[in-house]
């Protein structure tokens, strides 16, 4: 083999080094409302359903494994209160159409931009279950100030940024 084969090769291995190589560009933060904005009715929809069929089937594996458990340890006054207390979660999940309204409301707000669905979908909740304006608006500045707080951290990994104000 000549040399010019030679250095041919080896060019054609540093350039796909350089290709195939991990890029250490700054993370950029997802932001999940452009995300929501993006998709269309039918995947905002599949989106919570698929959400709340993950719930219901979660809260049955509980019913069904962790609550025999936890029956012959607690006294059954006590579990029949728990039971009571606690409705099934798909009855707490209002129609998904209107939920979804409600967050695609919320993720017109730049401000919300960078709040991950699950959130977003709490505040929805509270909103449809008739929480004041005042307190979701503290609900969300404590929520943005943490989704920040999250991401310089795992920028930084500077502890400073997971210590939190105390409410």
């Known amino acids: 083999m000549n040399l010019k084969m030679k250095r041919f090769r080896y060019l054609i291995i540093l350039l796909c080094l350089l290709l195939f190589s991990p890029v250490q560009a700054e993370e950029e933060r ?6 929501w ?3 269309t009715e039918l995947q905002k929809y599949l989106y919570l359903w698929g959400y709340k069929d993950g719930m219901v089937k979660s809260e049955s594996l509980h019913n069904a494994i962790v609550l025999p458990l936890v029956s012959q340890k607690c006294p059954r006054e006590v579990l029949s209160k728990y ?3 606690a409705p099934p979660i798909r009855d707490l999940f209002p129609d998904l159409d209107v939920l979804k309204d409600v967050m695609t409301e919320f993720y017109k707000d730049p401000a919300n931009t960078y709040l991950e669905f699950d959130t977003i979908l709490w505040v929805s909740h509270l909103k449809l279950n008739g929480e004041s304006a005042e307190s979701i608006e503290r609900v969300l500045a404590r929520e943005r100030k943490r989704s920040y707080q999250l991401h310089m951290y795992l920028k930084t990994k500077d502890r ?4 939190t104000d105390q409410e």
Do not use: R
Request: hydrophobic share 40%; no cysteine; charged share 30%.
């Open 30 to 35: 997802t932001k999940w409302g452009e995300v």
């Open 37 to 39: 904005n993006s998709w």
């Open 83 to 85: 039971l009571e207390a």
């Open 160 to 163: 400073k940024y997971l210590e």
